[in-house]
Nanobody, 120 residues
Framework: QVQLVESGGGLVQAGGSLKLSCVAS????????MGWFRQAPGKERAFVAA????????IMTDSVKGRFTISRDDAKNTVYLQMNNLKPEDTAVYYC?????????????WGQGTQVTVSS
């Protein structure tokens, strides 16, 4: 059974930074692509970033390019999302998921989410 557990969310002022972590279990982590999505109040869950299992190539949504970085540590079964220069519009629940691409349908396992709140 695949389990994904996110952590690292919190309350931060605009311009600040947070680093989210997602620890995976129940799968051969190094063999799987991983991604991050977010869901703001009243909005649909939206793609943020993803990283391939081999080579570490990444894709990111335009609104976070230059501010967010996705990375992984296969020895720790963990995928990270480093978020810098946070803006109030980044406020959302952040989810990690197994898969790759920009569509939710491309992912088959999800964590429970971690709240990120950015104050102005």
């Amino acid at each position: 059974q695949v389990q994904l557990v996110e952590s690292g969310g919190g309350l931060v002022q605009a311009g600040g930074s947070l680093k989210l972590s997602c620890v995976a279990s129940g799968l051969a982590f190094s063999s799987y692509d991983m991604g991050w999505f977010r869901q703001a109040p009243g909005k649909e869950r939206a793609f943020v970033a993803a990283i391939l299992s081999t080579g570490g190539s990444t894709i990111m949504t335009d609104s976070v390019k230059g501010r967010f970085t996705i990375s992984r540590d296969d020895a720790k079964n963990t995928v990270y999302l480093q978020m810098n220069n946070l803006k109030p519009e980044d406020t959302a629940v952040y989810y990690c998921a197994r898969g790759f691409g920009t569509r939710r349908a491309s992912y088959d396992s999800w964590g429970q989410g971690t709240q990120v709140t950015v104050s102005s």
